[in-house]
């Protein structure tokens, strides 16, 4: 099939049970809605397209399109000022604005949109935008709406992906927002941002010009200017966020921080993460970033191969000719490498066998294995292992992996026969051969949350996943597949497993492929887009495939332009 069609059409289908609605083949253009519809075929405008005119109504595309005049006019779907009115699952392209919710409690989901001017407008209160595609735009989600929530949409538009006026006051929440001018930008006080992503903005990813409520497990990658640009003074929660590589475009000119504070007073700010920025410094104030604790003491590296026994940070790198590098073997041991540079041949670069040991802060590069963690309750944070096999290798019980980027010829980011709830949060894998995130033989709680697997543009003869998981009991939410050479999401569930809000965006296999089931496991809230179509238009490339797999429990998933055009299997996974 070919993709532009699929984009025209995006075909949306999701299954729910919904009060019995009429269907119409030939509803008229910009005539008021006054009872729920579905409509049963395609619909071209020359001016507004479907506009509702009563409260309590439902507007179902039917997985069909609303197209408009191609000159940047009219508004594709409007609420109209009325409530309680709900748009879903089908395409809207080429109008002035794609979807308008205004007056309260209306909801819009499962839309896709392109080549409108806006893609979304959102006003009045109380609406609720969800599970939502905006491509193509000249922006994407545009509100002043107050209490309204802005939840597990994908963005991507020449503009900005979220823009929030003032007035706003909302929850956004796992959004993706990729390839726009500004990634999140927010005049409005009070605003919550959590578990939400901007990748490849041409400007910066978040930009905050008015004290939001709280900014929290955000992630900010590759944007060309500052990851997240806080303008004001924020007197706000603002924790455990990351940014990865932002500011080398159009050049590494020093220029380029992971934060950005211009008013710096009072806020609550702990655990954020900036790690190989364009701007060496990372972090402005350097308390934005500051690690917590009791400073630890600083001296010059010991020979390769040592044993270190007590907390350090270290004042320089190092380089190993042969061999591994360094050992952590005691209790409560934290190693901060400072922010320098570790570099090595074969072997690997730090191994962890003590308890809650921790390591953070620097680059491994060159080891064959960056960090091999076997102990209990330890922690790898805000490192980028840059290595030919095996970024992180994590066994043992209970261990954490945060704000990391593993970039490899290899495996990205592994657990392996580990036991408890070993969590990987806010990491980023960039591979081009293998793997971005294995999980395979962990005994229960394994947890995936806030973490992209993105896929190299080198050698596309090469088989490359995002997510190879298997285990019992695992949490996969949040994370994004992108741009990678076979699945977005390959997963076996031998047991009761949570998978949801994920996105998988232009992988070459399937979106999301799941083998086997056990009661208990869901599949909740997951976006499927484009996959399939960067091996050419061959019809095999699925968004949702489940095979072998009675009792699984699906809900709210969404697969849209995806090769394969039946887009699931079976069709109830979506």
Do not use: W
């Not at 806006?118 to 709406?145: C, M, Q």
């Not at 360094?326 to 730090?350: Q, W």
């Not at 997510?467 to 994370?479: A, C, Q, R």
Request: with cysteine; charged share 15%.
């Amino acid at each position: 099939m070919n993709r532009g069609t699929l984009l025209f059409t995006a075909l949306l289908t999701v299954a729910a049970i919904m009060p019995a609605m009429r269907a119409e083949a030939a509803i008229a253009c910009d005539t008021p809605i006054t009872a729920s519809i579905t409509l049963d075929a395609n619909l071209t405008c020359s001016g507004n397209g479907l506009v509702a005119g009563a409260n309590n109504i439902t507007i179902d595309l039917g997985g069909h399109s609303v197209n408009g005049p191609v000159n940047g006019t009219g508004t594709g779907v409007t609420t109209n000022g009325h409530s309680h009115v709900v748009v879903r699952h089908g395409s809207v392209n080429y109008f002035g604005n794609g979807v308008v919710a205004s007056g309260s409690q209306n909801v819009v989901e499962g839309i896709y949109t392109y080549g409108n001017y806006h893609d979304a407008l959102v006003g009045g209160s109380h609406e609720t935008i969800v599970g939502n595609i905006f491509a193509g735009g000249l922006g994407g989600i545009e509100s002043d709406a107050a209490s309204s929530s802005i939840v597990r949409n994908e963005i991507a538009s020449s503009g900005f992906g979220v823009l929030l006026d003032p007035g706003a006051c909302c929850t956004v929440d796992g959004n993706i927002v990729k390839d726009a001018g500004t990634g999140f930008k927010s005049s409005s006080p009070g605003v919550n941002l959590t578990h939400n992503v901007a990748i490849h903005s041409t400007d910066d990813g978040f930009e905050l010009d008015a004290p939001p409520g709280t900014v929290a497990d955000n992630i900010a990658f590759e944007n060309d200017s500052e990851g997240f640009l806080v303008r004001t003074n924020p007197q706000v929660v603002f924790e455990n966020n990351v940014a990865n590589d932002n500011g080398f475009a159009p050049a590494a000119d020093g220029r380029g921080l992971g934060f950005d504070f211009a008013d710096f007073n009072h806020p609550r700010v702990e655990g954020n993460i900036a790690v190989r920025n364009d701007d060496p410094a990372n972090c402005t104030p350097a308390t934005t970033c500051a690690f917590a604790g009791k400073p630890l003491p600083v001296q010059a590296p010991p020979p390769c191969g040592s044993t270190i026994t007590h907390s350090v940070k270290f004042n320089a790198g190092m380089s190993c000719t042969a061999g591994n590098g360094y050992t952590i073997g005691a209790r409560h041991v934290v190693v901060d490498l400072g922010g320098f540079e570790f570099k090595g041949v074969h072997g690997t670069g730090f191994t962890i066998s003590g308890r809650h040991a921790t390591i953070r802060n620097g680059l491994i590069v060159g080891f064959d294995t960056g960090v091999k963690v076997s102990g209990k309750h330890d922690v790898v944070e805000a490192l980028f292992v840059d290595l030919a096999a095996h970024g992180i290798d994590v066994s043992g019980t209970s261990n954490r992996v945060v704000g990391t980027v593993a970039a490899t010829d290899g495996i990205g980011i592994s657990a392996t026969a580990s036991k408890g709830s070993t969590r990987f949060v806010e990491d980023v894998a960039l591979m081009s051969s293998k793997t971005g995130f294995t999980i395979s033989g962990n005994s229960k709680g394994v947890r995936l949350d806030t973490n992209i697997a993105f896929g190299l543009p080198t050698d596309t003869s090469k088989v490359a996943g995002a997510f190879d998981l298997e285990g019992k009991h695992m949490t996969v939410e949040h994370n994004v597949a992108y741009e990678t050479y076979s699945d977005g999401f390959d997963i076996a569930i031998p047991t009761t497993e949570k998978i949801s809000a994920n996105l998988a965006n232009r992988n070459e296999g399937d979106g999301f492929r799941l083998t086997g089931s056990h009661h208990g496991a869901t599949l909740n809230d997951n976006v499927a887009d484009s996959n399939g179509i960067q091996a050419g238009d061959d019809n095999i490339g699925l968004g949702f495939e489940i095979v072998d797999a009675p009792h699984l429990k699906a809900k709210n998933d969404i697969a849209s332009a995806n090769d394969d055009p039946s887009e699931c299997s079976p069709q109830i996974s979506c």
